[in-house]
């Protein structure tokens, strides 16, 4: 582990420090049911210099950053920003663990920065293509039938004329990433 990803955990690790494991993060998170670890296990492994652990976990993955664990932890800890964290530092540590979400999630962004709105029909077209896995495709075929059948996306995507405005907000998101 390089020694900024240490500095990162060590940091972490001070911003959790004062949790006393109530569970409350977790019984608030709307994703806890589907991730490998709960917020509270997490933290714990976090506490508990689980390094390896925590890094190649799911829960990144899930995390819809919907603050609820952060608004209502009786101690008053960060816990999206930790999370936010641990997924900064997972991508850096684990990268090939994370490829498939994090290409997902560039293309997902690259879509709204074209259209304005997410082009589905684009998105898995190009986020398969980046995969370079002929089969994959294959698994989503019948979801994107699904998909088809109740209009919820439509063959060809028709784009509405103008600029959409969002170029500010990316090159902001951008420089402050550079900062972090």
Not at 97 to 112: A, D, E, R, T
Not at 137 to 150: E, S, V
């Amino acid at each position: 582990m390089r020694s900024t990803s240490r500095h990162i955990l060590g940091s972490v690790k001070e911003m959790i420090q004062a949790c006393i494991q109530c569970g409350t993060c977790t019984g608030s998170c709307p994703n806890a049911f589907a991730m490998d670890h709960t917020p509270r296990h997490l933290w714990q492994m976090v506490l508990n210099d689980r390094t390896r652990d925590v890094l190649t976990s799911k829960t990144f993955i899930l995390c819809s950053s919907c603050y609820y664990c952060t608004l209502r932890c009786p101690r008053g800890l960060p816990l999206t920003d930790v999370m936010g964290s641990l997924t900064r530092l997972a991508r850096t540590e684990n990268p090939t663990g994370f490829k498939k979400s994090h290409l997902f999630y560039g293309q997902f962004l690259q879509s709204i920065r074209r259209h304005g709105r997410v082009n589905e029909s684009e998105l898995m077209t190009l986020f398969f293509l980046e995969m370079k896995n002929p089969l994959l495709p294959l698994q989503y075929a019948g979801l994107g039938l699904k998909f088809l059948q109740k209009n919820k996306i439509s063959l060809p995507f028709v784009e509405k004329e103008g600029s959409h405005g969002l170029e500010k907000i990316f090159e902001k998101v951008r420089e402050m990433e550079n900062q972090a």
